[in-house]
């Protein structure tokens, strides 16, 4: 038989067949008088076995190891080392099928994809038209797209997540867009939303972590005056937590 006829016959290429030649996998076959290969039975046999077992999933190189002679591995060997590289994959593709799942159900709409722990924690969140509750979706987007952001943390705050009060001092906070820094609501809204933090967040929080310069000043700048002091004393509460200091 000739390339085309043998190829024919087994169901491959050509071309394949000439990479399975150039990289020693198939025994290049005598040649007749003008040139062509002369492909015999056994040539086919071995090709079609060779096309069995790359259909399989095997690599070149496992292929060459099981048409190896007794120094090679038994099929037998490679195919249970293949179910359980297939059943591994199978697993890792559940699992990237359940965080899809997790970030198609937070509905993130047109921003960066979120890890799936905030997803869970976002999609708790009831909706609401609040532009401080808008705000502070987009700051933790970017704290845990920098890797600043924490399961543990999220967990915590999922105590809280759908609790109505919680939308309340989002809607306090709206409240001081156009206030002066000076007004009266600032400190016991401070107050209310630093009661509002389960322990569990504060005991999940790294006391190790790093803030990059600037961060801070950058976060207060993103808000109307009189809304960036209650932030403020928010963040200065958190310190003095976090430092020991506990609650007041």
Not at 179 to 203: S, Y
Request: aromatic content about 4%; charged content about 30%.
């Amino acid at each position: 038989m000739r390339i085309g006829e043998i190829a024919v016959l087994v169901g491959v290429t050509t071309r394949a067949i000439r990479h399975y030649h150039h990289v020693g996998l198939l025994p290049e076959p005598e040649r007749r008088p003008n040139g062509y290969r002369a492909y015999t039975v056994r040539d086919a046999v071995l090709l079609a076995r060779v096309r069995r077992l790359t259909e399989l999933g095997l690599s070149l190189d496992e292929v060459r190891d099981v048409l190896a002679d007794d120094a090679g591995r038994e099929l037998s060997d490679v195919l249970r080392e293949l179910d359980a590289d297939l059943a591994r994959q199978e697993a890792e593709l559940a699992e990237r099928r359940r965080r899809l799942g997790v970030l198609l159900a937070a509905d993130p709409g047109e921003g960066e994809p979120v890890s799936p722990a905030l997803a869970e924690l976002l999609a708790r969140a009831p909706r609401t038209d609040s532009a401080a509750a808008a705000k502070d979706r987009e700051h933790l987007t970017l704290l845990d797209n920098v890797g600043a952001g924490g399961e543990a943390v999220y967990a915590a705050l999922g105590q809280v997540a759908a609790d109505p009060k919680v939308l309340e001092l989002y809607e306090r906070l709206d409240e001081l867009e156009g206030a002066a820094v000076d007004d009266p609501r600032i400190g016991p809204l401070a107050d209310a939303l630093v009661a509002a933090v389960p322990e569990e967040v504060f005991a999940a929080i790294p006391t190790d972590g790093a803030v990059v310069p600037g961060f801070t000043e950058a976060l207060l700048a993103d808000y109307a005056p009189a809304q960036a002091e209650v932030v403020r004393l928010v963040m200065e509460a958190f310190t003095r937590h976090l430092g020991g200091g506990g609650r007041r």
